[in-house]
């Protein structure tokens, strides 16, 4: 019987690791410059988590979550994001307070039962953060300045930032109103979606990709033209602070999220090297949620990053990530010389350094053919004539100059031929 990975879901090869490790060291020291923490939580909560939060009439809610009972018949969620689950988080471990700002991030999975296409996985991954305890309009525009910091670090160019406000519950109701009312009039020539979306939730509707609904919301009235006052300003402020930063960006009064517990401030970045799917980064300003979960009122604001995304655009950009390699390869002929180079790789690796040997029993020329595919840095070649004389010859695998050193000073003189002590990238 032959298996597959499941539809929808990806493995990530030794080949593509290298990229992934860049992309994940990059989030870590960018979120770092920026005073964040990391903070990790369970792949799967319990339903309500996500349900209430997100928003039942969500298409992560009512058709994308992985949703099953465990053996006592709890109703569990593999987590379709995880600005709730974090919520829930901060929350039970009281991590919360309005005179403090708490900052975290997080890597990892996230799982949305969705039609699989280029840019769009049933399990991807994001890295993300999130800011609690201040709705101060700088705060939207720190968190907007990091996304793009973060590419920027990354070496990638080619992406903008769409940023909208979507308002508070005062001034939404007013909006949905204006909003049916226009759509009310177009009704028929709609997609079934979008019909259901104008009675469950009309923001939504700004938010249909099919064709045939494309030409209606192109003229359908814009949340920027419904905001209260108190909104007005709190978008003038970011857009301010964000000018001041120099942080360039685009007004979309189309841009509405796919999750319901955002206010004010939304944005994505969008990269002209992705399809349809375009968003590589999607967050926004949730200031009622933490109260929603039964805790005090405290704004926050956030995004995450689609890293699967993220890696498309890398790969199509050709920016580098360093190939992962072996510094030194023994090569071993007969048993004893093996017995030799299990102890000289032990002290290779106690040093820092990466090591390996043959475990197939291949011919030298099979080894050294090995060792190049592997990119080693060195070779040492260990025979029977070796082990008589205690003594092999060591081969720089790029200038291919090859000379004698004792199994006692492997180590001394390695680190004097690439100068380190030693990771041997040179
Ligand atoms: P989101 O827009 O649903 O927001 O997801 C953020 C990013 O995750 C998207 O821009 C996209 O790059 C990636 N993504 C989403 N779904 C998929 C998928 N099926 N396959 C591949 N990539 C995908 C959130 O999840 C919010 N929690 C962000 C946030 C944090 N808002 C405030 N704080």
């Given at each position: 019987?032959?298996?597959?990975?499941?539809?929808?879901?990806?493995?990530?090869?030794?080949?593509?690791?290298?990229?992934?490790?860049?992309?994940?060291?990059?989030?870590?020291?960018?979120?770092?410059?920026?005073?964040?923490?990391?903070?990790?939580?369970?792949?799967?909560?319990?339903?309500?988590?996500?349900?209430?939060?997100?928003?039942?009439?969500?298409?992560?809610?009512?058709?994308?979550?992985?949703?099953?009972?465990?053996?006592?018949?709890?109703?569990?969620?593999?987590?379709?994001?995880?600005?709730?689950?974090?919520?829930?988080?901060?929350?039970?471990?009281?991590?919360?307070?309005?005179?403090?700002?708490?900052?975290?991030?997080?890597?990892?999975?996230?799982?949305?039962?969705?039609?699989?296409?280029?840019?769009?996985?049933?399990?991807?991954?994001?890295?993300?953060?999130?800011?609690?305890?201040?709705?101060?309009?700088?705060?939207?525009?720190?968190?907007?300045?990091?996304?793009?910091?973060?590419?920027?670090?990354?070496?990638?160019?080619?992406?903008?930032?769409?940023?909208?406000?979507?308002?508070?519950?005062?001034?939404?109701?007013?909006?949905?109103?204006?909003?049916?009312?226009?759509?009310?009039?177009?009704?028929?020539?709609?997609?079934?979606?979008?019909?259901?979306?104008?009675?469950?939730?009309?923001?939504?509707?700004?938010?249909?990709?099919?064709?045939?609904?494309?030409?209606?919301?192109?003229?359908?009235?814009?949340?920027?033209?419904?905001?209260?006052?108190?909104?007005?300003?709190?978008?003038?402020?970011?857009?301010?602070?964000?000018?001041?930063?120099?942080?360039?960006?685009?007004?979309?009064?189309?841009?509405?999220?796919?999750?319901?517990?955002?206010?004010?401030?939304?944005?994505?970045?969008?990269?002209?090297?992705?399809?349809?799917?375009?968003?590589?980064?999607?967050?926004?300003?949730?200031?009622?949620?933490?109260?929603?979960?039964?805790?005090?009122?405290?704004?926050?604001?956030?995004?995450?990053?689609?890293?699967?995304?993220?890696?498309?655009?890398?790969?199509?950009?050709?920016?580098?990530?360093?190939?992962?390699?072996?510094?030194?390869?023994?090569?071993?002929?007969?048993?004893?010389?093996?017995?030799?180079?299990?102890?000289?790789?032990?002290?290779?690796?106690?040093?820092?350094?990466?090591?390996?040997?043959?475990?197939?029993?291949?011919?030298?020329?099979?080894?050294?053919?090995?060792?190049?595919?592997?990119?080693?840095?060195y070779v040492?070649i260990?025979?029977?004539?070796?082990?008589?004389?205690?003594?092999a010859a060591l081969k720089n695998m790029?200038t291919a100059e090859q000379k004698e050193v004792?199994?006692?000073?492997?180590?001394?003189?390695?680190?004097?031929?690439?100068?380190?002590?030693?990771?041997?990238?040179?």
């Amino acid at each position: 019987m032959k298996y597959a990975a499941p539809r929808g879901t990806k493995d990530i090869l030794p080949d593509e690791a290298p990229l992934w490790q860049a992309i994940e060291r990059a989030c870590r020291e960018t979120f770092g410059l920026f005073n964040y923490r990391e903070i990790r939580t369970p792949v799967f909560e319990s339903t309500e988590v996500f349900s209430r939060s997100i928003g039942d009439s969500t298409d992560i809610v009512s058709k994308e979550m992985y949703t099953f009972a465990d053996r006592k018949g709890r109703s569990l969620t593999l987590r379709p994001e995880a600005t709730a689950s974090v919520v829930r988080a901060a929350l039970e471990n009281n991590l919360l307070s309005t005179d403090n700002l708490l900052k975290v991030y997080y890597l990892g999975p996230m799982f949305r039962y969705e039609r699989p296409q280029a840019g769009r996985q049933r399990q991807f991954h994001q890295a993300g953060v999130e800011a609690f305890g201040s709705a101060d309009p700088s705060l939207d525009a720190e968190t907007v300045q990091l996304s793009v910091k973060l590419f920027e670090n990354l070496g990638l160019k080619e992406l903008a930032v769409d940023l909208n406000s979507v308002g508070c519950p005062e001034c939404q109701p007013v909006f949905r109103e204006a909003l049916k009312k226009y759509f009310a009039a177009h009704l028929a020539e709609l997609c079934d979606d979008c019909r259901q979306r104008f009675a469950a939730n009309p923001l939504r509707l700004l938010d249909c990709k099919e064709a045939r609904c494309q030409k209606y919301i192109e003229q359908a009235p814009a949340m920027i033209d419904h905001l209260d006052p108190e909104c007005q300003a709190h978008f003038a402020k970011v857009r301010g602070w964000l000018d001041g930063l120099k942080v360039k960006y685009r007004v979309n009064d189309r841009l509405v999220r796919g999750l319901d517990y955002y206010t004010r401030t939304v944005f994505e970045v969008v990269s002209k090297q992705l399809g349809a799917q375009n968003a590589v980064c999607g967050g926004g300003r949730y200031d009622n949620l933490v109260k929603q979960f039964g805790g005090k009122s405290v704004p926050a604001i956030g995004f995450a990053v689609g890293l699967e995304r993220l890696a498309e655009i890398m790969g199509k950009s050709k920016v580098k990530s360093q190939k992962s390699k072996v510094d030194l390869f023994i090569a071993v002929l007969g048993e004893q010389a093996k017995k030799v180079a299990f102890d000289l790789m032990s002290q290779a690796r106690d040093l820092g350094l990466s090591a390996d040997t043959d475990f197939l029993g291949r011919s030298l020329s099979a080894q050294l053919k090995a060792a190049d595919r592997l990119g080693a840095g060195y070779v040492y070649i260990i025979g029977d004539d070796e082990l008589a004389k205690r003594s092999a010859a060591l081969k720089n695998m790029k200038t291919a100059e090859q000379k004698e050193v004792p199994f006692a000073e492997l180590f001394t003189q390695f680190a004097g031929e690439c100068g380190k002590g030693c990771s041997c990238e040179e």
